[in-house]
């Protein structure tokens, strides 16, 4: 059963850029499809990116695609996803996600981490 731990949010201008990291333990993640989702305040959880476990094949929601990238380092069971020139409008808790491939849904979470945009 796999654990996920996120971590590399904060606060971040505009203009800069942000680096989250999602570190696996206790399953087979190299064989898993790994996500990123976020979650506003008073907002629907929405999916943000996705990586297959040979970190080739990848999948963005229109909203963040040509800005964030998402990537995995599978000797250290960690999944990123690169944010540059983040928005306001992408202040919100970031989640990655665990799809086994024997399951049809992403069935392990971790706790989130807070990304906050200002202008």
């Known amino acids: 059963q796999v654990q996920l731990v996120e971590s590399g949010g904060g606060l971040v201008q505009a203009g800069g850029s942000l680096r989250l990291s999602c570190a696996a333990s206790?399953?087979?993640?190299?064989?898993?499809?790994m996500g990123w989702f976020r979650q506003a305040p008073g907002k629907e959880r929405e999916f943000v990116a996705r990586?297959?476990?040979?970190?080739?094949?990848?999948a963005y929601a229109d909203s963040v695609e040509g800005r964030f990238t998402i990537s995995r380092d599978n000797a250290k069971n960690t999944v990123y996803l690169q944010m540059n020139s983040p928005k306001p409008e992408d202040t919100a808790v970031y989640y990655c996600?665990?799809?086994?491939?024997?399951?049809?849904?992403?069935?392990?979470w971790g706790q989130g981490t807070q990304v906050t945009v200002s202008s």
């Open positions: 996600a665990a799809r086994p491939n024997y399951s049809r849904d992403y069935d392990y």
């Open positions: 206790g399953g087979t993640f190299s064989s898993s499809v």
């Open positions: 990586v297959t476990w040979s970190g080739s094949n990848t």
